[in-house]
């Protein structure tokens, strides 16, 4: 099992650019998120999603947009790239989503370090 | 203001110290989570603490869950550089979201 995958690892974007982060997972986890993390503020919750076709936002959820068409794949998307996007990104997926998720456990990705100009 | 309080935000000691560090809240959680990440790497779970009172050991990491469900410790006895990281403290929050501290960065030196 490859776990929690994403790509790219490095990206500089210009400001106004659009782009999709990838994250996919082969260990058929239902629950997906995105979270992005900047010094001093821990990991924030992006956007998250319980199953395929299925998706609700985060706490900071503004500039970003996601889908889930299959189980494997959930790809985060700049519409319109900021300065203030500029941080680390990561996607985690776990096995169960509703009330067990607060006892599972969350695979992360090695994360996209994403630089706006 | 974050859900999830810890402190202190950052440690440095001497290999060999005993240190602890604090998750602290004023909501009430079925249980909460402790993580661990290096630099360039994404968290990795190290316990979930789910009964107020709990207390977990890890090899020379003890954890402990507070008997009203709303704080939780970490304590690294006998600290190694291998410890050094970032630890994060994580709760579900209403609606399947899980939110995180903005964790404690550990500099253990030899």
């Known amino acids: 099992n490859a776990g929690v995958t994403q790509t790219p690892k490095f990206q500089v974007l210009k400001t106004g650019q659009s782009m999709t982060l990838q994250c996919a997972q082969d260990?058929?986890?239902?629950?997906m998120s995105w979270y992005r993390q900047d010094p001093g503020m821990g990991l924030r919750l992006i956007h998250y999603?319980?199953?395929?076709?299925?998706?609700d936002q985060g706490e900071v959820p503004n500039g970003y947009n996601v889908s889930r068409s299959t189980t494997e794949d959930f790809p985060l998307r700049l519409l319109s790239a900021a300065p203030s996007q500029t941080s680390v990104y990561f996607c985690?997926?776990?096995?169960?989503?509703?009330?067990?998720?607060?006892?599972?456990?969350?695979?992360f990705g090695p994360g996209t370090r994403l630089t706006v100009l | 203001t974050q859900l999830l309080e810890q402190s202190p935000q950052f440690l440095s000691i001497q290999e060999g110290e005993n240190l602890t560090v604090y998750c602290n809240s004023s909501?009430?959680?079925?249980?909460l989570q402790w993580y661990r990440q290096e630099p360039g790497e994404g968290p990795v779970l190290l316990v979930t603490?789910?009964?107020?009172?709990e207390v977990k050991k890890l090899k020379r990491l003890t954890f402990q869950f507070g008997d009203a469900r709303k704080d939780s410790s970490l304590h690294i006895t006998a600290a190694q550089p291998g410890d050094t990281g970032l630890y994060l403290c994580?709760?579900?929050?209403?609606?399947?979201?899980?939110?995180f501290g903005a964790g404690t960065i550990l500099r253990v030196k030899s």
């Open positions: 985690a997926s776990s096995y169960s989503p509703g009330t067990s998720l607060s006892t599972d456990t969350q695979y």
């Open positions: 260990m058929n986890h239902e629950y």
């Open positions: 999603s319980v199953g395929a076709g299925i998706t």
């Open positions: 909501s009430v959680f079925s249980s």
């Open positions: 603490v789910v009964t107020g009172g």
């Open positions: 994580a709760a579900m929050e209403y609606g399947n979201k899980l939110v």
